[in-house]
């Protein structure tokens, strides 16, 4: 019987362990948009029709560098209006992250000749199509949320940029990794 308990003791134990390392959230590799990963308690990949839908909505979009002359990998930190952060893995605003994106809403409807961006960021984790996934997400979220400010639908542009300029090979928690999940806010005339 004293065997028979400790086998049960060392596979309860190993169960546990088992189950406390799967809590941290997904890895890197755990997060391809194809596998159907979830974000916030939704599916993305159906939530945006499966992978090359996304892929292929983001390049429908018609975002053109040229044609507007924003250039998202060069902004100028005084045409930031407002940064929001998110958490990870995480594309709802944070009822902290609120006011900022009132203060940022407030400065467009006191400047209607301005254009707004909205600049999507992930941190390095996970695979490149699922970061841009969630940066897309993160920007929709701003964008939804100006829109029920009363902002001008035609004056906002999304640009996700997914983990494109952040951080590489830093912890979850880092501060670095931390400044990476974020929407900037920009003004453009």
Known sequence: MKKFLLIASLIAS???????????????LDTAASSGSQLGGEDLSDSLGGANAMSDGLQERGFNDAAT?????N???EDIVGTIYFGFNQYAISS???GNVKK??????????????LVGHTDWYGTEEYNMLLSDKRCKSVQDYMLGLGMNGSKIETVARGEQGAVV??????PEAKHD?????????
């Open 14 to 28: 190993l169960f546990v362990m088992s189950a406390c390392d799967s809590m941290d959230g997904p890895s890197p």
């Open 69 to 73: 002359g924003f250039d998202p990998e």
């Open 75 to 77: 902004i100028n930190p």
């Open 96 to 98: 902290a992250e609120r």
């Open 104 to 117: 940022a809403a407030a400065f467009f409807k006191a400047n209607p000749n301005m254009k707004v961006y």
């Open 169 to 174: 090979d830093v912890a979850k928690d880092s």
């Open 181 to 189: 999940r974020r929407v900037d806010i920009v003004k453009m005339r």
